[in-house]
């Protein structure tokens, strides 16, 4: 058996489980290739990867061609800090005005638009731009960050700037939680391949479960790279959730639902998850 080609994202929101991948050797098992979310979609499309986390609209939009693995997601139940929107005006107020997003995540493009749009009730002009913050604003009334980008902005958030943790308003708008990315099998190696696929799975279960258990000296490790101190990266880790229970599912479904609604998605698909 071919080893299974895994999919891995270069932001610090991964940090804690590729940690744990090379605590447990699980990087034997595995052909680790990192990329960003886009890329990883992409490359899943293509087949060039058996497994990857790609965004969940990616995801909704190609479902035909996945299924899901049953425990694991980048999610939030509330404040996640590195999905940021940062505005010149409140958020109500962006009718009218031109909102840059970050061309780095689908997902969290769709979720900024479906809080514009239906929750602060605004209409606003949407250009996609690299995540360089001043540059988004020198052209923008508004701006959304994803990962690092977003990290450093809300630990040291501009002046005079209205600054939004996006997990947090989906939150508190719809009650449930919010998922960004999903880790997505190919149909066809899932079909193929099935031991290799719960051998994925079970991996990543692993560290996971190595990762909460060590999360101060995941934190540590995180601050010999960055100027913010270990404990800011400890809150971030605290407040990112790696789940995909029922909940989550849930708000999954009302994420793919209000997408469709505001014209970002054809059709609301069936959530399918290997092995049920």
């Given at each position: 058996?071919?080893?299974?080609?895994?999919?891995?994202?270069?932001?610090?929101?991964?940090?804690?489980?590729?940690?744990?991948?090379?605590?447990?050797?699980?990087?034997?098992?595995?052909?680790?290739?990192?990329?960003?979310?886009?890329?990883?979609?992409?490359?899943?499309?293509?087949g060039?990867?058996?497994?990857?986390?790609?965004?969940?609209?990616?995801?909704?939009?190609?479902?035909?061609?996945?299924v899901?693995?049953?425990?694991?997601?980048?999610?939030?139940?509330?404040?996640?800090?590195?999905?940021?929107?940062?505005?010149?005006?409140?958020a109500?107020?962006?009718?009218?005005?031109?909102?840059?997003?970050?061309?780095?995540?689908?997902?969290?493009?769709?979720?900024?638009?479906?809080?514009?749009?239906?929750?602060?009730?605004?209409?606003?002009?949407?250009?996609?731009?690299?995540?360089?913050?001043?540059?988004?604003?020198r052209?923008?009334?508004?701006?959304?960050?994803?990962?690092?980008?977003?990290?450093?902005?809300?630990?040291?958030?501009?002046?005079?700037?209205?600054?939004?943790?996006?997990?947090?308003?989906?939150?508190?708008?719809?009650?449930l939680?919010m998922?960004?990315?999903?880790?997505?099998?190919?149909?066809?190696?899932?079909?193929?391949?099935?031991?290799?696929?719960?051998?994925?799975?079970?991996?990543?279960s692993?560290?996971?479960?190595?990762?909460?258990?060590?999360?101060?000296?995941?934190?540590?490790?995180?601050?010999?790279?960055?100027?913010?101190?270990?404990?800011?990266?400890?809150?971030?880790?605290?407040?990112?959730?790696?789940?995909?229970?029922?909940?989550?599912?849930?708000?999954?479904?009302?994420?793919?639902?209000?997408?469709?609604?505001?014209?970002?998605?054809e059709?609301?698909?069936?959530?399918?998850?290997?092995?049920?």
């Open positions: 058996m071919a080893r299974p080609r895994l999919g891995h994202i270069q932001f610090i929101n991964c940090l804690p489980l590729y940690y744990g991948m090379v605590k447990n050797d699980v990087l034997l098992d595995v052909d680790l290739v990192k990329a960003n979310p886009a890329d990883l979609a992409r490359e899943l499309i293509d060039t990867l058996d497994v990857a986390p790609i965004p969940a609209i990616e995801y909704a939009r190609h479902a035909e061609d996945f899901l693995l049953p425990d694991i997601a980048i999610s939030s139940d509330g404040k996640v800090q590195s999905i940021l929107l940062i505005s010149k005006v409140p109500t107020e962006l009718s009218g005005r031109t909102v840059a997003l970050t061309d780095t995540s689908r997902t969290s493009q769709v979720l900024a638009r479906i809080l514009i749009e239906k929750h602060w009730g605004a209409s606003a002009t949407y250009v996609e731009m690299p995540p360089d913050l001043p540059a988004m604003l052209d923008a009334d508004a701006a959304l960050l994803i990962g690092d980008e977003a990290l450093r902005a809300y630990w040291d958030q501009p002046e005079g700037l209205f600054a939004y943790d996006l997990g947090t308003v989906w939150t508190e708008w719809t009650g939680p998922v960004y990315a999903v880790w997505a099998v190919r149909r066809s190696y899932a079909a193929e391949q099935p031991e290799a696929v719960q051998t994925v799975a079970d991996a990543l692993g560290s996971l479960t190595y990762c909460r258990a060590h999360l101060d000296d995941i934190a540590t490790y995180a601050a010999r790279w960055e100027q913010f101190p270990a404990e800011k990266f400890r809150s971030y880790f605290d407040a990112l959730q790696f789940r995909f229970q029922p909940r989550y599912r849930e708000g999954l479904a009302r994420y793919l639902a209000e997408a469709a609604a505001i014209g970002q998605l059709a609301v698909p069936a959530i399918e998850v290997f092995g049920e």
